[in-house]
Every structure is written in structure tokens, then in C-alpha cells.
């Protein structure tokens, strides 16, 4: 029998500037979910990228005074920098330059062109030049501003060809039944505010810039950047390609897909990029998630406002782990989550600090005390916080399967809180003072279990700090898998070292 299969994206994301903490944010809960399947026996594929074609780019350049090209070269290193200090486990990184992708799309382009859904025409619209995206008048306020970026909208005429959106009004109803899009709020914004409100069909080509990839059919139009972006997603896998096996793999019926998207662009990816897809007669993804804002002092986070995070600053200050810690447990998904530095720290030190860091410390220096390291092996599997971490695998598992991330590391917070209660409440100091030595040993036991099962549920999130939490408890990583956990099959090793592995932040 053939692996699961597991493919996970993020949007690619435009080089116009410096990253934010946004995009650690999109690209860390897809290597979390990544992280999990690959622990869930899954053969898994994780792209992300840059989009480095447009208008934008191209006056960038011009005022660098070098080539679009060069300009795009340089802010993709800084990408893939952080991506290396966030230890992201991406398989691949597209970039809309990729001389693979830039024929694909004319390709792509042409196919669509030939079955009918393409025609030129005339674009006349209001236009936000900063987010590169034709508006309705629902996107912007009564100043005639994008309600995204509140930059004024501008007219707009232009020579173009069209994508025939407005054939797939019921193609869309039908789809948006299917629950492909989360969370709910999101739908019905994206159907009220589009889909059943006048869907106009989509301008996909224009001439009035040049930093863009041509069309065979008229090289003087170049593809506008949802036609070029949105596609990076088959390009990269090797779609109409002589190398097309990690299409037909990932992209085949049985793999489970999953993009990960900002909610400011979701209109594209749940609206015409499910009709890009039907008009090459490809399945749809499973699973689009619309995750928030990052609000800081309830403002979105904006360079004009000034109130922008830089990630790597943050990394460096604070590690890797911390951040992919706050960006799982305490922005959620489903609603705008919220970013200040001293919500940061009370987090870590709440979470990390004192409640797993704290607890790890005091049972490995109490099994090393009492037990010179190594637990004698007992018989603990009726005792209520032993059932309880069973149940917490189980709750973990079923929140990550619905790609719940914050609600599935709350459990493991939940647990660790059990354990440290438990500690409280059975006082090993005193049964060792007693010479209860077997309860001791009872006591131990089921917290050694416990906090194994709360550093496994937490390997794709605290990538650095995973080895040593196992190490503390006296295991070895490769022992460490749900089925040994569930079953109990975990061979313990005499604990020498002990560690302080988060240091409350003063």
C-alpha cells in the first residue's frame, strides 16, 4: 500500500520589502502541519515562494537604479534567510522568475485562451496600484480608498484579455457547499461581497508595464499577477511539464491539499483560482484556511503606521522556538490575532518558562535524586492523569486533523498544567522524606510518561528544543512515535544531564 500523501502551500510572497512577522506567521502554521503528518506517517511536499513579477517591482527597481531582476534577486535572499532561522522545513521555493514556471504559465495561459474562457478586451476600473488589484466598490470607503492599505484607489483603462469569471457564478455556489474555505465567516463574506454580487469577469494581462511574462498570442501583453501567481502552486510540482512526477503524486486525487492564505487575499485563491482550475479540468484543493490580521495595539500591522514586527529581530532576541511557540498557541487561525512584545514575553514565561520548562526541571532532578536517574518500571496504566494523556494525544491528533493548530497546543498546555498540579498535590519531596519509595516511584513514573507525551505533541513546533526535552526524560528520539506513546512501548535510559531549557524572560 502506498503512502498518505500530504501537500501543503503558502501564498508566495511579494519581494517589494522587508518581511514582517506576517509572513512568519503564514509560513510557520504550514511547517507546523508539515512537521505533524510527516509524524502521522505521511509522505508530505511544502512550497513556498516568492511573486516577483508586476508594477511594483519593476518601480522598486527603477528607483534602486538596478534591473527588476537584480532587485528580486537580492530580497529573495532575505526570504530564505529567515525562512533558515525559523527553521522552516520547506521542499521546495518557487519563484515567478523560474525560467520552468514563466513557460508553463504562457502554456497555461494559451490552453485556457483555446478552450474559449479567454477574449480581449477593454478594462475600465478603480484600481489600488499598491496591492496590484481591481476593486469593487465594497472594498473600498466613502474617500474612494482601498480598505486594505487605505491608499487612494485610481480610474482605470487599459487594453487587455479577460477571464470569463462571470460563466462560473454556480460553479462557485457549488463549491463553497463543500466547506473548502475556513473559517465560515469568510465564506459568506467572499459569496455576499462577490460571488452572488455582480461577478465580473478578470482581467489577467496588461501592457502598460513590462516586468511580467508575455503571452504567445500577443507578446506586448504580459500575464497580470494572479494568472502568473496563483498557478505556482501546479508549476512547481512540474504541470504540463516533461518532469511531471511530483504533480501526478501530489496533485492527484488521493493527496490531501492544503493552502494556507492571508484573509486579504483570499478573494483570489477561493474565487478564481478554483476557476483556473476547473478550465484545465484539475481537482480543487481540500482545504483553503483564511487565517487573520496580526493586530498590535488593535491596529493591523502597516509600514505606513509604522507598527511593523521584524521576525528576525525577534529570532535573535528571543529564538526560533519562541516565536514558532507564540505564532501556534496564541494567534489562531480563525480570528485576528494580536502581537505586542510584552504579550510575547508573558506567553513564553507563562507557557514555556514556567509551565513545561519548570516541569521537565524538577522531575529529571528528582528521578536523578531519588532513583539515580532511572525509574524502576511499575504499573501505573489505571492512574487518571495516565488517562488523561492518552486522551490528550487523541484530543491532539483530531484538532490537527482539522488543522486546528492553537486549539490542539492548548491541550498540551492543559496537560502540562495537570502534571504540575499533580506534583502539588502528591508532594514527591515528602514521600521521599518518608521513605515511601515505591509511591515515589508511582508518582515519577507517570510524570516521566506524561512529559514525553507533551515534548512529542510539541516537536513541530519547538523544532531546537525537542532533542533536549526528550533527552531529559532518558529516551532516545527514535523510540519516541504516537504508537510507542499510545501502547506504551518506550525504553527508558538512565537521566544524567540536567538542563534549564527556557529561561524565564526578565
Not at 72 to 85: A, Q, T
Not at 292 to 303: A, E, R, V, Y
Not at 479 to 489: A, P
Request: with cysteine.
Amino acid at each position: 500500500m502506498s503512502k498518505k500523501t500530504f501537500y501543503v502551500s503558502t501564498p508566495i510572497y511579494y519581494p517589494s520589502g522587508k518581511l514582517h512577522i506576517g509572513h512568519a506567521y503564514t509560513t510557520t502554521l504550514a511547517d507546523i502541519l508539515k512537521r505533524y503528518k510527516k509524524e502521522m506517517g505521511y509522505e508530505t511536499f511544502f512550497l513556498t515562494g516568492s511573486d516577483e513579477h508586476g508594477q511594483k517591482i519593476e518601480q522598486k527597481a527603477e528607483e534602486s537604479k538596478v534591473s527588476p531582476q537584480e532587485y528580486v534577486d537580492e530580497m529573495v535572499l532575505g526570504f530564505k534567510e529567515l525562512w533558515r532561522l525559523l527553521d522552516i522545513s520547506n521542499d521546495k521555493f518557487i519563484r515567478t522568475t523560474d525560467s520552468y514556471h514563466v513557460e508553463t504559465v504562457k502554456k497555461i495561459f494559451t490552453e485556457i485562451y483555446k478552450k474559449g474562457f479567454i477574449y480581449p478586451s477593454i478594462y475600465e476600473g478603480k484600481y489600488c496600484k499598491s496591492c496590484e488589484e481591481f476593486l469593487t466598490k465594497e472594498q473600498m470607503n466613502e474617500k474612494g480608498e482601498h480598505l486594505v492599505c487605505l491608499k487612494e484607489a485610481t480610474n482605470f483603462k487599459e487594453e487587455t484579455y479577460m477571464l470569463k469569471v462571470s460563466n462560473f457564478v454556480n460553479y462557485l455556489n457549488e463549491i463553497f457547499e463543500t466547506n473548502f474555505l475556513e473559517p465560515e465567516n469568510r465564506k459568506k463574506e467572499m459569496l455576499n461581497n462577490f460571488v452572488n454580487n455582480n461577478l465580473e469577469d478578470l482581467s489577467i494581462t496588461r501592457i502598460s508595464f513590462t516586468w511580467g511574462i508575455p503571452i504567445n498570442e500577443n507578446p506586448k501583453h504580459i500575464v497580470y499577477v494572479w494568472l502568473d501567481a496563483l498557478t505556482n502552486y501546479i508549476t512547481a510540482l512540474g504541470y504540463m511539464q516533461k518532469d511531471d512526477n511530483l504533480f501526478k503524486k501530489f496533485w492527484s486525487k488521493d493527496t490531501e491539499i492544503v493552502q494556507l492564505v492571508g484573509k486579504e487575499i483570499t478573494r483570489f485563491h477561493s474565487i478564481y483560482w478554483p476557476i483556473i482550475l476547473k478550465t484545465l479540468d484539475l481537482r480543487m484543493p481540500d482545504k483553503l484556511l483564511s487565517h487573520g490580521w496580526i493586530l498590535s495595539n488593535n491596529n493591523k500591522m502597516s509600514k505606513s503606521i509604522g507598527n511593523v514586527v521584524d521576525p528576525i529581530e525577534l529570532i535573535k532576541k528571543y529564538s526560533s522556538d519562541a516565536l514558532r511557540f507564540y505564532i501556534a498557541n496564541d494567534l489562531p487561525m480563525n480570528r485576528d490575532g494580536s502581537f505586542t512584545e510584552e504579550l510575547f514575553v508573558e506567553s513564553f514565561n507563562t507557557n514555556l518558562a514556567n509551565n513545561f520548562g519548570n516541569l521537565i526541571s524538577r522531575v529529571s532532578q528528582m528521578i536523578i535524586k531519588y532513583f539515580d536517574g532511572l525509574l524502576k518500571a511499575t504499573d501505573i496504566e489505571n492512574h487518571a492523569l495516565v488517562k488523561e494523556g492518552i486522551k490528550t494525544i487523541e484530543s491532539y491528533q483530531k484538532l490537527m486533523n482539522q488543522y486546528n493548530i492553537s486549539e490542539a497546543t492548548s491541550k498540551i498546555i492543559k496537560l502540562g498544567q495537570e502534571c504540575n498540579k499533580f506534583i502539588e498535590d502528591s508532594k514527591p519531596w515528602v514521600l521521599a522524606k518518608e521513605n515511601k519509595i515505591d509511591e515515589l516511584n508511582n508518582v515519577l513514573t507517570i510524570l516521566q510518561r506524561n512529559i514525553l507525551i507533551i515534548s512529542y505533541l510539541l516537536k513541530p513546533i519547538l523544532v531546537k528544543k525537542y532533542s533536549q526535552m526528550i533527552e531529559q526524560m532518558g529516551v532516545d528520539e527514535e523510540q519516541v512515535t504516537f504508537d510507542n506513546l499510545l501502547k506504551n512501548k518506550i525504553k527508558y535510559n538512565k537521566i544524567t544531564n540536567k538542563l534549564v531549557l527556557f529561561e524565564r524572560i526578565k
